[in-house]
């Protein structure tokens, strides 16, 4: 029995959440899929009311007892510095060593795409980023602060580790996938330390894959081939600043973060999914958010716990959902949130 721990968290979190949870409550229910699932209340609701944000005894029940997470969204406009999501989502990543980002780019209709004449062939790719160093460790500090004199320092943390066991990844699922290239992108002309590890990071590990090339490009050269022509792209790794910037363009790519889903990986370890949007405060409870991003997170998911059927399942469900306009608004589609999900959870009823 696969244990997954469910946290819909803040906003449309909580609408999206429903929806991929009546998508796993179909295989459990009616193909008799191995898992459990069990439902945690931490975001902005209970923080404000307790001032739980995630217990470490949380953190560690989920890294003893549990396969995977999911997590709706989170944000709360009545708690500004977003101390309780920093707690729940950092707090989880770093905890849980949840070191790889993964983030798959598929255009589902040519209709989605922003660019002109591009097929679903074309935008096909899968982003690795590193997920637990980088510009995002908090390193730094003020100096002289709120003085004209004052100073402002972030400082970049690269490990050989960190950075190995993310490239290996990307090349591994590339081998996995029978995929023909892996593209790191860094800006090692400016950034000259870390640029210089990822750099032979890059050239050792890729040598152990001598089937699959290795190709490098500036991380702005990279921005500017993906929107020019991002069917040559198979698989990118990159770090975690130049990441967070490349998925959100690749979000867009593929119709936008009503379907953007994500992966963060501790492989063969419990990990974490979720949808790329947030919590979208003036959306929540009006049945309006699209589920799809959740429900193809929750594929990821049963995908990593090795349930490729029902990744097929749903991944052929949504489609069915996009290309005939059973979508919300976001994407042209006139229905509402449940809607969208209840038609997903037949289409996957009706192929089971
Ligand atoms: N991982 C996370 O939980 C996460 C990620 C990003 C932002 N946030 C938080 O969410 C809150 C709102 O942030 P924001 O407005 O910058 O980003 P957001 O992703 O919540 O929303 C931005 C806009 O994108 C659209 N959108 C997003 N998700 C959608 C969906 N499922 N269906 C339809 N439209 C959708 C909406 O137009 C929305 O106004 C903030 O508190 C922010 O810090 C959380």
């Known amino acids: 029995m696969f244990k997954i721990a469910i946290i819909p968290g803040d906003g449309i979190g909580i609408d999206v959440t429903k929806e991929a949870v009546k998508v796993l409550e179909v295989f459990r229910d009616k193909r008799g899929t191995p898992i459990e699932l069990n439902f945690f209340d931490?975001?902005?609701?209970?923080?404000?009311?307790?001032?739980?944000?995630?217990?470490?005894?949380?953190?560690?029940?989920?890294?003893?007892?549990?396969?995977?997470?999911?997590?709706?969204?989170?944000?709360?406009?009545?708690?500004?510095?977003?101390?309780?999501?920093?707690?729940?989502?950092?707090?989880?990543r770093f905890k849980l060593d949840l070191f790889v980002n993964y983030r798959p780019v598929r255009l589902i209709d040519p209709k989605l795409c922003p660019l002109k004449d591009k097929t679903i062939?074309?935008?096909?790719?899968?982003?690795?980023?590193?997920?637990?160093?980088?510009?995002?460790?908090?390193?730094?500090?003020?100096?002289?602060?709120?003085?004209?004199?004052?100073?402002?320092?972030?400082?970049?943390?690269?490990?050989?580790?960190?950075?190995?066991?993310?490239?290996?990844h990307a090349f591994e699922f590339a081998k996995e996938q029978g995929l023909k290239?892996?593209?790191?992108?860094?800006?090692?002309?400016?950034?000259?330390?870390?640029?210089?590890?990822?750099?032979?990071?890059?050239?050792?590990?890729?040598?152990?894959?001598?089937?699959?090339g290795s190709r490098h490009l500036f991380i702005d050269a990279l921005v500017m081939q993906l929107v020019k022509r991002p069917e040559q792209f198979q698989v990118i790794v990159t770090s975690n600043m130049f990441g967070d910037i490349v998925t959100d363009l690749g979000g867009q790519l593929q119709g936008g973060l009503g379907i953007a889903a994500s992966g963060n990986l501790s492989p063969g370890?419990?990990?974490?999914?979720?949808?790329?949007?947030?919590?979208?405060?003036?959306?929540?409870?009006?049945?309006?958010?699209n589920p799809i991003a959740a429900i193809l997170s929750v594929q990821l998911l049963l995908e990593y716990l090795?349930?490729?059927?029902?990744?097929?399942?749903?991944?052929?469900?949504?489609?069915?959902?996009?290309?005939?306009?059973?979508?919300?608004?976001?994407?042209?589609?006139?229905?509402?949130?449940?809607?969208?999900?209840?038609?997903?959870?037949?289409?996957?009823?009706?192929?089971?």
Not at 53 to 78: C, N, T, V, W
Not at 277 to 283: E, V
């Open 181 to 212: 290239e892996v593209t790191m992108s860094d800006k090692s002309n400016a950034l000259r330390f870390e640029g210089d590890l990822w750099q032979r990071i890059f050239e050792s590990v890729g040598k152990e894959y001598p089937d699959i």
């Open 269 to 289: 370890q419990v990990s974490m999914f979720e949808p790329v949007h947030g919590s979208a405060p003036k959306y929540a409870g009006k049945n309006i958010a």
């Open 306 to 352: 090795g349930f490729n059927e029902e990744g097929k399942l749903i991944e052929s469900a949504v489609s069915t959902a996009i290309v005939s306009d059973k979508t919300t608004r976001d994407l042209g589609g006139n229905l509402g949130t449940k809607e969208v999900g209840d038609f997903i959870c037949e289409q996957i009823s009706k192929n089971l």
């Open 42 to 92: 931490y975001g902005a609701e209970k923080y404000l009311a307790t001032g739980i944000s995630m217990p470490d005894e949380q953190i560690e029940e989920f890294k003893q007892k549990y396969h995977a997470i999911f997590i709706g969204a989170l944000g709360d406009p009545r708690i500004p510095d977003m101390a309780h999501a920093r707690d729940i989502l950092l707090g989880t």
């Open 121 to 168: 062939e074309d935008v096909n790719f899968v982003v690795f980023r590193e997920n637990t160093e980088g510009m995002y460790v908090g390193v730094g500090g003020h100096l002289k602060k709120y003085t004209d004199e004052e100073v402002a320092i972030q400082t970049s943390v690269n490990t050989y580790k960190g950075l190995e066991r993310t490239i290996r």
